[in-house]
């Protein structure tokens, strides 16, 4: 924690410790924290909170007159030793601490900078539920989460929360001369080592710095944020002297800092919706100090989660760093953090996070430099002004400057946060964005009249060829509208930040697009893919071809056979076999033998096509053993959950679909081979159809023998930090049987993509699967599958698949058979997809 070169007066005894208490009550706030595993959730802990030492009032006893300042030994007179020292000096207890700016209520703190325009700046630490000592958190391996307010710390503000190595009693055990301990908020000690009055509670006489580790875990204000670890060569509190308490001695004073702003991603944290993370609203800080094997800290973690969404830190996006967004050693030798890395680095702190470090929260300001290092643009740390974070200043923009941290939990990695899981809407999300900005029904509206009225006349000849007819052409210029002068400008999305370890640029405005030969543009877009791949060939980024083919052909019915890419609306120029990567930014499939084929609306209508797999979609090749306790992506041990390939509210397809005959032969949806280990988060992405597991060729290079694994396939690219994480990122565990139920995965996923391509205010041919009773069988006791085409208009189209008015809710099964007659005769389809 960097603090100001010159203290204001309020400061200048924080940190001391007075040796003997008087009689003054010290009614200490009470504050709920949280003790959370994966296992059973979190559990209420009760915990209080201490003022610094400083904070108290401190005198001479029978005067008014001080002990010493912050920066000194203490009062030569007061204290020419140890022992007249602690006779001489008294510390007062703290009745009302609002006095001071401190409040509680449940499991929230209130920090205030001024009571009634007084400078109060606390600081304060958490206490067990006895009071006696301080708690005493172990974070090595662990996680370490809370919820912040910060709207009212404006440029050059600092709400902190920290860790650091105290004694656990704060110091009175080291002499008999300590006498006020944890209880009066005494011990305190940092990587700064600044010279303080009192060391372990006693008269620091011979004038020595005040050292010890310090993990600042939020460092910030309304405008920037930071974090950084300050390890010491020294374990616990150690008084320094001469060149030990130095830049160059026995701490790391600058620390390894991560600061998104001073990383290149400046849209990250801010005031405002403009921002990832909206400063101006609460949110939740979560941190993970990950170890390995040994128990040593190797990587320390950062999201958020805000509007019950989880936001990952963002990638560096400067020269020089890796390109990753959590700190480690190697992300520090690269930010010329000497000193940490001199020190032990990463490791090295970690071992006093594994000791025990105690709680610090506090909110101050820098007379000195404005809190520059922080939040200001000469230090490339935030967007403030030289001036701005002046204490004059600061009063003018927010009179009352405050943080407020509350809900703190600790526990094992992934157990102290949570996001609500939104019910399962069907493969038709309708919370999914439309893959380009503006496809929703107000784009549809803007579409010109003339265009919709043609594509109108288009589906009355479409429900005279219900059953897969080609419709006549027009036969006069006057029929066929040019589409040359109805060309109609598709509002595209807002960029993303680029992603320089991928160098993935603009994801989702760069998006490569499939359209439907059949319809008119731009009512024919299929839906969109980000550019994710790597081309060697011609240096740019774009979409594997395989997977793109394959989700087409799904889409258009499993033809696999007969469907193609090309790359113009004649379908003359088609895609080649032995084009890896996609690069054109359109692509029209085509299927032989019909421009105006049907599609598949929805997984649920879908049939899965056993016996004609496409040849590339091959059998895992990293064969495990059914349920490995590892992430099959990241191979972490730690905060997994099991994620069904084929979805457990998908059991009716899965039955209807005979799947049970795959994998094990179980016939049960939860069988070995359709559930996969994946961590917390991904599991949420996997869900949200984000990412898909495809099979790739690797080890392409000259010379090396080919072979092909299932890796991660961004599907979704609004995220580019997403995708540099985890694009092309190998899949360790899989199990052998799982390659039908991988395949079902990859076209649940496709299909939640097609609800733009639905509701676009036109009717659509499509083919659905249904189950009908066998010829002759007046019973219906024998059920056999059939691929029925239909048209739909547009009205039935958004009433199944865009959240339209639902008249009543129909069995999956039901829709098939019971109201099949009004299906043959309305071409109606079902009254309601189910979820």
Known sequence: MKYLSVLSSVLLLQGVVAQTPDKTKENHPKLETYRCTKAKGCKKHTNYIVADAGSHNIHQKGTNLGCGDWGNAPNSTACPDEKTCAKNCILEGLSDYSTIGVTTSGNSLRLQQLIDGKLVSPRVYLLEENKKKYEMLKLTGSEFSFDVETEKLPCGMNGALYLSEMPQDGGKSTS?????????????????????????????????????????????????????????????????????????????????????????????????????????????????????????????????????????????????????????????????????????????????????????????????????????????????????????????????????FSNIRIGEINSTFSVKSPAYPGPHRLSRAACISGVDRRMWTATPLVLVEQQKRQEKIEEKNVMGLRPRKASSPQQQLPLSNLEFHIPMPRSLSAVSSLEIRDLNRDQIRFYHPGYLKPLNLLFCLPRVDWNHTEGEFGVHYLTALTACQIIANNCFGKGRLARDETGKDLVSSDEKVLLQRDYWFFVEGDERYPVVPSFRDWQFPHD??????????????????????????????????????????????????????????????????????????????????????????????????????????????????????????????????????????????????????????VVRFRLRPADNDEEEENLVPEMQTVFMDSRKLETLYGGGPRKRAVSLESSYVDLEDGWDDEHSGRTEMEG
């Open 176 to 404: 008999k001369n300590s006498k006020a301990g944890a209880y009066y908020g005494g011990g305190y000690c940092d990587a700064q080592c600044y010279v303080t009055p009192f060391i372990n509670g006693v008269g620091n006489i011979k004038g020595q710095g005040v050292c010890c580790n310090e993990m600042d875990i939020w460092e910030a204000n309304s405008r920037s944020t930071h974090i950084a670890p300050h390890p010491c060569t020294e374990p616990g509190l150690y008084g320094c002297e001469g060149e030990e308490c130095q830049k160059s001695g026995i701490c790391d004073k600058s620390g390894c800092g991560w600061n998104h702003y001073r990383n290149g991603v400046k849209n990250f944290y801010g005031r405002g919706k403009d921002f990832k993370v909206d400063s101006t609203r609460k949110f939740t800080v979560v941190s993970q100090f990950v170890a390995d094997k040994s128990g040593d800290l190797k990587e320390m973690h950062r999201h958020y989660v805000q509007d019950n969404k989880i936001i990952h830190s963002a990638i560096v996006n400067i020269q020089g760093p890796p390109k990753i967004n959590f700190i480690n050693d190697e992300y520090c030798k690269a930010t010329y953090a000497d000193d940490y890395m001199r020190i032990g680095g990463t490791s090295q702190m970690g071992d006093a996070m594994t000791r025990g470090m105690v709680l610090a929260m506090s909110v101050w300001w820098s007379e000195g430099d404005n809190m520059a290092w922080l939040d200001g643009g000469s230090q490339s740390a935030g967007p403030c002004d030289a001036t701005e974070g002046n204490p004059s200043n600061i009063v003018k923009v927010q009179p009352n400057p405050e943080v407020t």
């Open 612 to 765: 004609k797999l496409p040849d590339w979609w091959t059998t895992p090749s990293c064969a495990t053993a059914p349920h490995s306790k590892r992430c099959a992506i990241t191979n972490t041990s730690y905060a997994f959950t099991w994620a069904h390939l084929i979805p457990k509210e998908e059991q009716q397809w899965f039955n209807k679909n005979g799947m049970g005959l795959y994998g094990g032969g179980s016939h049960n949806i939860d069988d070995p081979h359709n559930v996969l280990p994946l961590k917390a988060d991904l599991y949420v992405c996997f869900d949200q159809s984000v990412f898909a597991l495809i099979p790739k060729i690797t080890n392409a290079s000259s010379g090396a023998e080919v072979s092909t694994q299932y890796m991660v396939h961004v599907l979704d690219g609004r995220e580019a930090e997403f995708a540099a994480l985890y694009q092309n990122r190998p899949v360790g565990t899989l199990v052998e049987g799982s390659r039908e139920f991988l395949f079902a995965r990859f076209a649940w996923s496709i299909f939640s993509f097609l609800k733009p391509f639905l509701t676009s205010g036109v009717g659509r041919r």
